[in-house]
């Protein structure tokens, strides 16, 4: 269906690109980019929980490559991203109970995700540095 | 020429009747992800930089281990119902969003469940 109709050239509906981002349609985007992360990111989870299962040294392999410079900067992503897409999930939340929806408190709650996730990542990792 | 009878043509072309409950659904996970996710991140935050036994023995401790396995079963389901949206966003052919949609199952069922077993070990057999 889709397929013989899409040989001949269509007019197209306005889409991203002519749009001025605006920071709910760039927070939207973001939710779903750190949805995809996470997606992927839960391989890592079960793959540090299967060498833990499986014994020191295969524990100590896969710590090993998570303490590496790009380790941390998975983890440090994987942290932030759960906590914004955790944040994004509150949003939605406010948005379905019928809360939210004027222009100014659109906008100064996708500011807070924003500014919530990275503030929290923040701290949690200088708490961890700070307390090791 | 085709002999099918106009109601014929369309039958099965509709919705799957199946929005409401993934929608529901992803919200539930949703709901029941917010205290788990601040479980993992504080179990997190505890087991990081800590030696291999250490960290055997915390895993060990039932509030753990229930938090985790709890975390792992509800982010695969959540995970999938998510996954599957951006599929069907994205992916336009049928023959090819059918085998990406196969995936997205397998890969979830994939880490849910090695997660699961390791878990299980940890706790019931090392």
Redesign the interface.
């Known amino acids: 269906m889709?397929?013989s109709s899409?040989k001949r050239v269509r007019p197209l509906s306005p889409h991203l690109a002519i749009y001025k981002p605006t920071i709910t349609m760039v927070m939207s985007i973001v939710h779903?980019i750190t949805?995809?992360g996470?997606?992927f990111g839960?391989?890592i989870?079960?793959?540090w929980?299967?060498s833990?299962?499986m014994g020191?040294m295969s524990?100590?392999f896969v710590e090993s490559i998570l303490?590496s410079f790009i380790g941390y900067i998975v983890?440090i992503a994987f942290?932030w991203a759960?906590?914004h897409h955790?944040l994004g999930?509150?949003r939605?939340?406010i948005w379905?109970l019928g809360k939210g929806l004027t222009e100014q408190h659109r906008y100064k709650i996708a500011w807070a995700t924003i500014i919530g996730s990275a503030s929290l990542t923040a701290l949690?990792w200088i708490?961890?540095f700070i307390l090791? | 020429m085709s002999y099918k009878t106009p109601l014929g043509k369309v039958r099965g072309l509709g919705s799957a009747k199946a929005g409401t409950d993934h929608f529901w659904e992803q919200r539930m996970s949703a709901l029941a992800n917010l205290p788990l996710v601040i479980g993992v991140l504080i179990i997190g935050f505890i087991v990081w930089g800590k030696p291999y036994n250490e960290v055997i023995a915390f895993l060990q401790h039932p509030l753990v281990a229930i938090i985790l396995a709890l975390f792992v079963i509800n982010t695969c389901v959540h995970m999938r119902l998510g996954m599957q949206v951006v599929i069907e966003d994205y992916v336009n052919s049928d023959f090819q969003k059918v085998i990406f949609l196969a995936l997205n199952t397998f890969f979830c069922v994939l880490v849910g469940f090695s997660a699961l077993y390791a878990l299980a070990k940890i706790n019931f057999g090392m």
């Open positions: 889709a397929n899409s779903r949805g995809v996470l997606y839960m391989a989870l079960a793959w929980l299967i833990a299962s020191a524990f100590d303490k983890m942290t759960l906590i955790a999930g509150i939605h939340f379905d949690l708490a961890g090791s």
